[in-house]
T-cell receptor, first 111, second 114 residues
Framework: GQQVMQIPQYQHVQEGEDFTTYCNSSTTLSNIQWYKQRPGGHPVFLIQLVKSGEVKKQKRLTFQFGEAKKNSSLHITATQTTDVGTYFCAGKDFGNEKLTFGTGTRLTIIP | DTEVTQTPKHLVMGMTNKKSLKCEQHMGHRAMYWYKQKAKKPPELMFVYSYEKLSINESVPSRFSPECPNSSLLNLHLHALQPEDSALYLC?????????????FGPGTRLTVT
């Protein structure tokens, strides 16, 4: 079945440093979504990418979808304490429209 | 209103108990989902309802029984659970199952099986 891996598993950064998480799918995706889950919270939708090579920005966050639609990345510039949480990519298969979550990257910020 | 509500927030049950988790959304979404999430792991899909019909069952044991009484409500009936079923149970909804639609998650029910 479809597998979606993320690296790194954990990232500790100094406040103000940049952060990047990478997402790789074993299959070609129809679209990819990104979610953030704060400690003790639930996943909250951030953004969706649909087109090959698409790049979207949300303030300090930049999201990319690979040309082959099998990988994606999330880059945060100048992290803040409010960025703490686990970032999940989630990919939709062409075949069954099921959303499969990646393994997640847990971000902690050192003030 | 972009909220998905879930009750109860916390639930402790014995292995012989029967209990139900409830989920509600009023966004007019036609797809609703149950996920199970263990600590430090991603959400795992359990069931998908589309237009009130079960469309995906991810080989979930029969001690979990979903029900969709109407387009706004989703229940998960629990019976004879095992301690390893302890987890956060998340409900989500989206505009439709097919297509590029984001999912809105409820706050979850934290279940402990003793």
């Amino acid at each position: 079945g479809q597998q979606v891996m993320q690296i790194p598993q954990y990232q500790h950064v100094q406040e103000g440093e940049d952060f990047t998480t990478y997402c790789n799918s074993s299959t070609t995706l129809s679209n990819i979504q990104w979610y953030k889950q704060r400690p003790g919270g639930h996943p909250v939708f951030l953004i969706q990418l649909v087109k090959s090579g698409e790049v979207k920005k949300q303030k300090r966050l930049t999201f990319q979808f690979g040309e082959a639609k099998k990988n994606s990345s999330l880059h945060i510039t100048a992290t803040q304490t409010t960025d703490v949480g686990t970032y999940f990519c989630a990919g939709k298969d062409f075949g069954n429209e099921k959303l499969t979550f990646g393994t997640g990257t847990r971000l902690t910020i050192i003030p | 209103d972009t909220e998905v509500t879930q009750t109860p927030k916390h639930l402790v049950m014995g292995m012989t108990n029967k209990k139900s988790l409830k989920c509600e959304q009023h966004m007019g979404h036609r797809a609703m989902y149950w996920y199970k999430q263990k600590a430090k792991k991603p959400p795992e899909l359990m069931f998908v309802y589309s237009y009130e019909k079960l469309s995906i069952n991810e080989s979930v044991p029969s001690r979990f029984s979903p029900e969709c009484p109407n387009s706004s409500l989703l229940n998960l009936h629990l019976h004879a659970l095992q301690p390893e079923d302890s987890a956060l149970y998340l409900c989500a909804s989206s505009q439709a199952r097919e297509g590029p639609y984001e999912q809105y998650f409820g706050p979850g029910t934290r279940l402990t099986v003793t």
